[in-house]
Every structure is written in C-alpha cells, then in structure tokens.
C-alpha cells in the first residue's frame, strides 16, 4: 500500500469515525451534555480552588502534584500542542466536512491534536503518579471531555486521540525528568531539601518502598 493510499484510508476512516460519534449518536441528552461536559460553567474556578485546598492541606505530595500538573500544562500547550497545531494546520471538522454538526460555537485555532484531549489526560497522569488509588477516575472524565470534543464537532477522532498520548506522555515525562535532575542535584548541592524530600513523585506506595525514615515520613503527609 502506497503512501497515499494509505493516508487516504486513514483519513476516510477518521471522517467515517467522526460522523458516527457527531451524527449516528447524536440525540437531545447528548446534545446539552456534550457542551457541558467541553465547558463546565465555572470549571476553571473550581480547578483553582481544588488546587489551594491540595496545596494547602495534600502536604508534600499535594504540593508536587499541583506544581507538577501546572508544570505539565505549560510544557504540553505552549511547548508541544500549540506548535503541533500550527505545524499540522489541520482545518476543523465543521470547515472541512459540509455535514458536520457543530453543537457549541465555533473555534479558530487549527484541529490536531486536541488541546482539551491534552490538558485532560495530563491532569489525569499527573493524578494517577501521585494519588492512583484515589485518581484513577480522572482517566474516565478525560475520556468524557475528549469524547464530547468529537461529539460537539470541533474534533476528529484522531485529534483527541493524539492529544491524549501528548498530555499522557508530557506528564510522565516532565515528572520523570524533573525527578531525575534533582536525584542528581539534590544530594551534591542541596543536601539539607533532598534530606527533607528524596523524590519529587511521592505516590502512595512510597512510604512502604522508602528506606530512610525522613523519605517515610515526608511521603506519609
């Protein structure tokens, strides 16, 4: 099979996709979740004020998951997705497909890869390093959100797709690399703050893993 081809069938089945989940699933519940589910009215503040009360009483390992999980977020928007996005250029579905239902308003910005898609599976990995008992739920709501984008008509699937491997991937990434400098760093300059905090992804399986019993009691916050 050629390039082209190939691409081309892609490409068909991406549409075929799209229209299935935009138009054969279409129906009233969906049509006021969906919106809902992309934009919830006061998401943001809501966000915020979750990542206070964490910070203020989540201790060590509420700290890092909020720094970590805004780290992550500027590094997968401003360093990945938006210049993805732009080197891509992919139109959005209601400006390529004549038939394409656009259930919220319209958007500007170029289709691939899926910002919502990102941030959300971000979020959710971030969640999932540093509370999985308790944050394995998240996967499912950004499993929600990629699939309204779809619904509402400002994705394909391919979009959220590889907007969920790009936030998935920058989260454990960002984690690990930061987590390795100051493995390296820690111990040579600042021997007093890696005494006190070993590790920069404390999860809830480190207080039985850890040796020393400061990395014990730091991870038990």
Request: hydrophobic share 55%; with cysteine; aromatic share 12%.
């Amino acid at each position: 099979m050629t390039t082209a081809l190939y691409v081309g069938w892609m490409r068909g089945a991406d549409d075929a996709c799209f229209r299935f989940i935009n138009h054969s699933l279409a129906n009233p519940v969906f049509d006021w979740l969906m919106p809902f589910a992309s934009h919830p009215p006061g998401g943001i503040a809501v966000a915020t004020a979750l990542a206070i009360t964490l910070a203020a009483k989540g201790g060590a390992r509420g700290r890092l998951c909020v720094g970590m999980f805004l780290l992550t977020l500027w590094v997968g928007n401003f360093l990945v997705v938006d210049p993805l996005k732009e080197l891509v250029a992919r139109p959005r579905p209601f400006f390529a497909l004549g038939d394409a239902r656009l259930v919220i308003g319209r958007v500007q910005a170029f289709s691939m890869p899926s910002a919502h898609s990102a941030n959300w599976f971000g979020a959710a990995m971030i969640g999932f390093v540093y509370y999985r008992r308790q944050a394995s739920w998240l996967f499912a709501l950004a499993a929600l959100v990629a699939f309204s984008r779809v619904y509402n008509g400002v994705h394909y699937p391919t979009d959220v797709l590889a907007g969920a491997v790009i936030g998935a991937g920058t989260a454990v990434a960002t984690a690990v690399a930061l987590d390795t400098v100051w493995q390296f760093a820690g111990p040579r300059w600042f021997q007093e703050q890696w005494a006190r905090l070993p590790s920069l992804v404390l999860t809830e399986e480190a207080p039985r893993a850890a040796k020393a019993p400061i990395a014990t009691a730091v991870a038990s916050e």
